[in-house]
């Protein structure tokens, strides 16, 4: 299947249960059929921190790269940060 994987890059500042739980339902809002969250080590001008990269990969035409900045502008209010880095890559999904 031909689609776009999308990744967002952001700082993990999921450090209350409110906030947790903000994050998750915006997750399930975003992405019902689901997505991959990942723990990740990064550095940002200079210092290290922990960071989580979402990755989504949709069926054609559910998601494009105009959704995946607004998303990216959720996720920058809801974190409270200066940035959020994502991409949009063209991508092959095979099931085994």
Not at 38 to 51: C, I, K, N, T
Not at 69 to 96: G, H, I, N, S, W
Request: net charge negative; hydrophobic share 40%; aromatic share 14%.
């Amino acid at each position: 299947m031909q689609t776009t994987r999308f990744r967002f890059y952001v700082e993990d500042c999921r450090n209350t249960g409110a906030l947790r739980n903000k994050f998750e339902t915006m997750l399930v809002n975003w992405f019902p059929m689901g997505c991959t969250v990942l723990e990740a080590d990064g550095f940002w001008m200079g210092g290290q921190e922990s960071s989580l990269v979402i990755e989504y990969m949709p069926e054609a035409s559910m998601f494009d790269c105009e959704d995946a900045a607004v998303f990216a502008e959720e996720l920058k209010r809801l974190f409270d940060q200066e940035t959020v880095m994502y991409t949009c890559e063209p991508t092959t999904v095979k099931f085994c």
